[in-house]
């Protein structure tokens, strides 16, 4: 692995025009389907079969409203990538852009922070999730084999901790306090 500031600069280069993919949108599965509670399988970055799936979650983000993040299992396939762009969302403070990340674990993280979330595969429900607001993470940009380090806060980081959730098997009900802290969607985006 390499020094911090080259491993940024590898994820400001990026972009999904990289993957040479356009992508196909894909059918987001919604809970209790049987994917959403699978842990993933660590995946291949350099696997073209990886390289299409990730295109894919891009694809189907952009054109799904209020989507500012989407991981494998939601598309129905039990491997450890997510996509994710909280451009231009109003809570957002530090942001990355658009990018996809493979085997993503948090390696650090502080300061827990109450806030509601809501999530496509539960589009009927939101929840009150305890998260910490900064956090670093690392991973691997698919079609590279370079070990990353991603550090964010705010609402960056909290929508990386919901899709790594997903590709360890859980959703957001999973993370509440209780009955109490879920409320049914009162905004359909």
């Known amino acids: 692995m390499t020094d911090i500031g080259h491993l940024n600069q590898a994820l400001a280069a ?13 059918e987001v599965v919604r809970a209790p389907h049987p994917v959403l509670a699978t842990e993933g399988a660590t995946v291949d970055p350099l696997d073209p079969v ?21 991981a494998a299992p939601q598309v129905g396939v039990a491997a450890q990538m997510f996509a994710l762009d909280v451009t231009g969302h109003p809570k957002t403070r530090t942001c990355h852009g658009v990018f996809v990340l493979c085997n993503a674990v948090v390696v650090e993280s502080s300061r827990q922070e109450k806030s509601r979330e809501g999530c496509m595969s539960v589009p009927d429900l939101t ?3 305890k998260r910490p607001t900064r956090l670093s993470v690392t991973g691997v940009l698919p079609g590279t084999t ?5 550090s964010t806060d705010a609402f960056e980081a909290r929508a ?17 306090a209780g009955a109490h802290a879920v409320y049914p969607r009162k905004v359909y985006l």
């Open 160 to 176: 990386v901790q919901h899709e790594i959730d997903h590709c360890n098997g859980l959703l957001f009900l999973d993370r509440v």
């Open 14 to 26: 990026w972009s999904p025009a990289q993957l040479g993919l356009a992508g196909d949108v894909l």
């Open 146 to 150: 370079d070990e990353i380090t991603l």
């Open 50 to 70: 990886m390289l299409a799936l990730a295109a894919d979650l891009v694809a189907t983000m952009r054109v799904s409203p209020g989507c500012v993040g989407l």
């Open 127 to 129: 929840g009150d999730v």
